[in-house]
Every structure is written in structure tokens, then in C-alpha cells.
């Protein structure tokens, strides 16, 4: 279950790109 970590890694790295895309 690496890559589920690293995709939340991602996105709560990425906040800003993740709220601009909602």
C-alpha cells in the first residue's frame, strides 16, 4: 500500500493544485 501513501503524500504536499482544481 506504498503507492496509496504516496498519492495522499501527494496530494497534501500539492494542497494548493488540489483545491485549484475543485
Known amino acids: 500500500?506504498?503507492?496509496v501513501?504516496?498519492?495522499l503524500l501527494?496530494?497534501?504536499g500539492d494542497d494548493?493544485?488540489?483545491t485549484?482544481?475543485?
Open 10 to 12: 501527494v496530494i497534501w
Open 1 to 3: 500500500m506504498i503507492h
Open 16 to 18: 494548493l493544485s488540489f
Open 20 to 22: 485549484h482544481l475543485s
Open 5 to 7: 501513501l504516496w498519492i
